[in-house]
């Protein structure tokens, strides 16, 4: 049955509620919250620190390290605590999506700590993490050439769909999975991507059509995470 109507009645290209706010863990050099929905991330930043141990440490530039993890009731199923195969391949993406907007050659022989916690997830939460993370980082007042702004799209019975839901990540056509998930960031104001996963099948028509509508949907993340740091300053 070709996906007609969205589960929770949202238009295709719609994202659930977007909610954001800076400065949530005061100990923190930047922090943030961002939720999708019920999806909810919480960045804090710390640094930039004098790198250790110190054969890790590079006299050209700072490193970005990022840890992501998620509670263990942030999920129906306990998640059980600690790294995991995922939450590795997710900090380094992270990673990946968020060093190109930070100007790290200016800490030399740095580390900036980044932690995401995903406290209540119902997917989409590494580009959840990635918006909170980059709130976090302007927010500790890092030099950014700008801000990355993040979310997933895909396919769900044929239709391009933004910021899937768990139940839509796991819809069945035939009994068989029909979803394609994209996680995407991208740097708005110079255009350059720096998240691009692809789980499932999509032609190269849907690709370029999921494509655009996730560049359309981060510009409008964009405007609310510029609104955000400037309330923030104004306060
Ligand atoms: O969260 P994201 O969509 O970025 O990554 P994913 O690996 O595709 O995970 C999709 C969703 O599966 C998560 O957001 C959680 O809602 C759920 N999940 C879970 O229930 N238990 C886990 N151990 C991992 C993920």
């Known amino acids: 049955m070709p996906y007609t109507k969205r589960f ?5 290209d719609e994202t659930r509620k977007i909610e954001a ?3 949530v863990i005061p100990n923190a050099d930047g922090s943030a919250m961002f939720c999708f929905g019920d999806t909810k991330a919480i960045a804090a930043v710390y640094g930039p620190r004098t790198l250790y141990p110190q054969h890790l440490q590079d006299p050209t530039r700072g490193r970005l390290k990022c840890i992501y993890d998620m509670l263990s009731f942030s999920v129906t199923e306990r998640k059980r605590p600690g790294p995991s195969r995922r939450s590795i391949e997710i900090s380094m993406v992270t990673e990946k ?7 790290l050659e200016k800490f030399p ?3 900036v700590n980044l932690y995401i916690m995903v406290i209540q997830a119902n997917a989409g939460t590494r580009t959840a993490g990635i918006n909170a993370a980059s709130l976090a980082l302007a927010h500790a007042g890092l030099p950014m050439t700008d801000l ?11 239709k391009i769909c933004v910021d899937l839901t768990k139940d839509e990540e796991d819809y069945k056509e035939k009994d068989e999975k029909d979803t394609t998930d994209i996680p995407f960031a991208i740097m708005p104001r110079n255009g350059k991507v720096t998240l691009l996963q692809l789980d499932g099948k999509i032609t190269s028509k849907e690709l370029k059509e999921a494509l655009q509508t996730a560049k359309k949907v981060c510009n409008q993340i964009y405007e609310v995470q510029k609104k955000v740091l400037q309330e923030a300053l104004n306060k």
């Open 8 to 12: 929770d009645g949202r238009k295709f």
């Open 21 to 23: 706010e800076v400065g």
């Open 97 to 103: 999506a968020l060093n190109p907007a930070l100007k």
């Open 109 to 111: 022989n740095s580390a």
């Open 148 to 158: 990355v702004s993040s979310v997933s799209v895909g396919k769900i019975g044929g």
